[in-house]
């Protein structure tokens, strides 16, 4: 079964070459298709900005009960999805290529890829189930395995889900303030800097006085050191994977220490 994207009346910044599409391969098409109804991404497809179709792996299955799982030889718990539909499947649709199999020993999901992948023309999803996927199937079918963490999940959709609202998010106009990515966690190796909204005063608890002086500049500033700070404090792997601190990330955080740079959430 392949589904098309829905038609629109708003259109905004179209995807170089026209809208991105991803190709996703699944036992339940209809989990992906309800996801892709929601939020950002429902609103990215209706615009035509992405083109998401999700793809039944049944399908492939040439018995009454498409079938596309056995039991793994040389004994063993559970059920592993079979070559036969899987391949079948996934040659009659002819997918964008690469076609990413979801898989815990793949190369981990991160922005910088989300990124790349919005960037591009497309890619493809295969989400496994069960124990996994004959070797055949990864080997010979896929390009890559990709990973969206050391976390067991009962199957790929819940993983296709992440990797396709990450990367539709990237897409130009889906979000429809490009500076809303741009200053998000991992855009730049950082994490975001704390937000606050109204009340300015709540239960005794004070805005920072810099995001209430109506001083642009002097406000980018302070975000731009607890992005800094927040990241050196709970994710320093980030700074040491960009190299550290540059001279004059130092100084900028030296400018803004004390009590109006401390993170409330983290005194």
Request: proline content about 7%.
């Amino acid at each position: 079964m392949s589904t098309t994207p829905a038609s629109g009346e708003r259109v905004a910044e179209p995807h170089a070459g026209g809208p991105l599409r991803i190709d996703v391969f699944s036992i339940f098409p209809q989990m992906l298709e309800q996801f892709w109804t929601w939020s950002v991404v429902g609103r990215g497809r209706e615009a035509g900005l992405v083109d998401l179709r999700a793809h039944d792996l049944r399908a492939g299955a040439t018995d009454r009960h498409r079938t596309v799982d056995d039991a793994p030889f040389g004994g063993g718990a559970g059920m592993v999805l079979r070559p036969e539909p899987v391949f079948a499947a996934v040659e009659a649709v002819e997918p964008i290529r690469p076609l990413y199999l979801l898989g815990p020993s793949g190369r981990p999901f991160d922005q910088t890829l989300a990124r790349q992948l919005a960037d591009g023309d497309g890619f493809s999803l295969l989400c496994g189930r069960y124990e996994g996927v004959d070797e055949r199937i990864r080997v010979h079918l896929c390009d890559e395995e990709l990973s969206v963490g050391d976390v067991v999940l009962a199957g790929g959709e819940v993983a296709a889900m992440l990797v396709v609202e990450a990367v539709a998010r990237l897409v130009p106009g889906v979000l429809g303030n490009s500076s809303s990515s741009e200053d998000e966690s991992f855009a730049a190796g950082l994490l975001e800097y704390p937000q606050w909204t109204r009340p300015a005063t709540f239960r005794g608890w004070e805005v920072p006085e810099a995001l209430l002086s109506g001083d642009h500049g002097r406000i980018a500033s302070w975000r731009r050191a607890m992005a800094l700070a927040r990241t050196a404090r709970l994710r320093p792997d980030l700074l040491a994977a960009r190299g550290g601190l540059t001279a004059e990330e130092e100084e900028l955080l030296a400018h803004w220490s004390g009590p109006e740079g401390e993170d409330p959430r983290h005194p």
